[in-house]
């Protein structure tokens, strides 16, 4: 059989998720770009055995792929074990606990290929886990503040590695943050789709929200300002999302909020 060329590998990393996997593989099969690309979980020993339930996943479908350890490990060794797998010239992340539009990766490709961005990542609401959580409705979505952090979704040029490097497997907590930084320091090409794609979720029981994490991330991020490169977001991305942010409240701006194929949108009913 020929190989199956794939456009964007999506890494998905999962530890002690499983009430979380039904919901990311409907997610995941809902994508109208599905065909178009490469699924890789990856599983570190996790307490929850979600490769119990994504092995006969991965098996139903052959653009879905699962690594899985006999130990734990970070999130950022997670991305760059699933990286280094991935065929794909472009590579994405998407958390277990966020939402990804249906649209999302069709998006993604057609802006990324047609511009030819190094790094590029999509408007990012702020959602919590409540009765509509993950849903689209615009209604909804015009109460979610916006992200001025691109570190829940972000999609790179897959041979990036030469050039950039890898994610710090020395960092648990800022390893996005420091990617980033580094893109700002090599000024390299940052492209954003200006529009709501992603939602992340924020929660209680995020590791990041425990004390010794919060004792951590400040140690980390006191290293990084050691570092020979500013340890920062991009400011003209965070600008720019601030505008969109400031100008879609505005009487008769083009909405940033991206209907459902198919799907009537509860502010045209």
Not at 130 to 151: C, H, I, T, V, Y
Not at 198 to 214: A, I, M, N, W
Request: net charge neutral; proline share 4%.
């Amino acid at each position: 059989m020929p190989e199956i060329l794939h456009e964007i590998s999506v890494l998905i990393s999962t530890y002690n998720d499983r009430d979380l996997v039904d919901k990311k593989l409907r997610e995941i099969v809902a994508q109208t770009a599905f065909s178009r690309s490469e699924f890789i979980f990856v599983e570190p020993a996790s307490p929850g055995n979600e490769r119990e339930l994504l092995e006969p996943f991965c098996e139903q479908y052959e653009n879905c792929r699962l690594i899985t350890l006999e130990e734990r490990i970070g999130l950022y060794r997670a991305w760059n074990l699933g990286w280094q797998a991935a065929s794909a010239p472009l590579v994405c992340i998407s958390n277990m606990d966020d939402a990804m539009h249906p649209e999302l990766l069709e998006r993604v490709l057609l802006d990324a290929q047609c511009r030819d961005w190094d790094v590029a990542t999509v408007l990012i609401a702020k959602q919590s886990v409540d009765a509509e959580w993950n849903s689209w409705k615009r209604s909804r979505l015009r109460q979610l503040d916006l992200s001025m952090r691109p570190g829940a979704f972000f999609v790179w040029r897959n041979d990036l590695c030469e050039e950039l490097g890898m994610f710090d497997e020395d960092l648990k907590i800022v390893g996005d943050k420091e990617f980033w930084a580094r893109v700002g320091h090599l000024k390299l090409k940052v492209g954003l789709i200006p529009e709501v794609l992603y939602l992340y979720t924020k929660h209680s029981g995020q590791l990041s929200k425990r004390t010794e994490f919060r004792v951590r991330k400040l140690a980390e991020k006191q290293s990084c300002l050691k570092l020979g490169y500013r340890y920062d977001w991009p400011v003209s991305l965070r600008r720019r999302i601030r505008w969109i942010r400031w100008k879609s409240h505005l009487p008769f701006s083009k909405s940033v909020y991206r209907p459902i194929k198919g799907v009537i949108s509860d502010d045209e009913t």
